[in-house]
């Protein structure tokens, strides 16, 4: 007699086949863009069966839900080593560079372009992004806040939620100006940045 006992499926096993197919559609949404990207050109890029990956996600909207949970946890864990740091806002500012090269990258930026670009089109996406970066920002305002307060420097609500915004924002842009101006001087850039990093953080 058969067993009708469906077989448990290995966790571990699922999480690395979702990590295969996270890691084919974001080939797939580069090349192609979201709406471009189909469902069976992301399973063949995964090396998967196109029913299979429906065993994963139920669709693309799906993919682009995942990827905001690992860019949630991605900054989860940047704040948790920046507020480890001796000195957080000089670090900041230090570490300016990194984060410059890393956001004028676009194997690193053009998947976030994607991203933002769909939350304008997509409420559910919009919303998943905005509950990320609540989170974000109460793990976050707290290290300025601390800070500032350290150097003896004013933490007003209002002063907070300009100087981070603004902060944000800078490096948000980022992207977008790469994009008009891919010539730029990389050197002159950092200067900036440090410069408006030092105003926003220190000032």
């Not at 900041?92 to 089109?121: G, K, V």
Request: aromatic share 6%; net charge neutral.
């Amino acid at each position: 007699m058969k067993s009708h006992v469906k077989r448990r499926t290995d966790p571990e096993r699922a999480q690395s086949r979702r990590n295969q197919v996270l890691q084919a559609a974001a080939v797939c949404f580069a090349r192609s863009g979201f709406h471009g990207a189909s469902m069976s050109e992301i399973s063949k890029e995964a090396g998967m069966s196109a029913g299979h990956i429906y065993n994963y996600f139920d669709n693309k909207e799906a993919i682009i839900m995942a990827f905001v949970d690992l860019e949630s946890e991605h900054v989860a864990a940047q704040l948790r080593e920046l507020s480890g740091k001796d000195d957080p806002l000089q670090s900041m500012i230090d570490e300016a560079p990194r984060h410059i090269d890393e956001n004028l990258d676009p194997q690193y930026f053009q998947l976030p372009l994607e991203m933002f670009a769909e939350a304008a089109r997509n409420p559910k996406i919009a919303d998943a992004m905005r509950a990320s970066d609540v989170v974000a920002m109460a793990e976050f305002r707290p290290i300025i806040k601390r800070e500032r307060e350290r150097r003896g420097l004013p933490v007003d609500d209002a002063l907070l939620d300009g100087r981070i915004n603004t902060m944000v924002s800078l490096f948000h842009g980022l992207p977008i100006r790469a994009l008009h101006r891919p010539d730029m001087d990389r050197n002159s850039l950092v200067e900036g940045y440090r410069v408006a990093m030092k105003a926003l953080l220190l000032s």
